[in-house]
């Protein structure tokens, strides 16, 4: 089992930045592939990014250019910095982990372990 946990979320002014971390702890393995997700009111849950085990990393292009994931597997986390962030990034972001590969990243079912989210909102 592996247990995440997001930290990092709050309000911030349109703009302005926020690193989000994942924590993760129980089972964990170098060779996941870390997701991280996110879902505004009344939308369903959306790819914002993923991190392979090489270090390879994805994004979706609505943030792509303004956020990056990187992972520090010695402290067993997952960072997301958010950078120009805009109203429309306000949601909950929540991490994932998965040990499968040759899958498509960026769909939620391909996750099998879950962080409870943190809250993000972006005022204009």
């Known amino acids: 089992q592996v247990q995440l946990v997001e930290s990092g979320g709050g309000l911030v002014q349109a703009g302005g930045s926020l690193r989000l971390s994942c924590q993760a702890s129980?089972?964990?393995?170098?060779?996941?592939?870390m997701g991280w997700f996110r879902q505004a009111p009344g939308k369903e849950r959306e790819f914002v990014g993923c991190?392979?085990?090489?270090?390879?990393?994805d994004y979706a292009d609505s943030v792509k250019g303004r956020f990056t994931i990187s992972r520090d597997n010695a402290k067993n986390t997952v960072n997301l910095q958010m950078n120009s962030l805009k109203p429309e990034d306000t949601a909950v972001y929540y991490c994932a982990a998965t040990t499968a590969a040759r899958v498509s990243y960026t769909r939620t079912w391909n996750y099998g372990y879950w962080g409870k989210g943190t809250q993000v909102t972006v005022s204009s």
């Open positions: 129980g089972r964990t393995s170098s060779s996941y592939t």
């Open positions: 991190i392979r085990s090489g270090d390879s990393t």
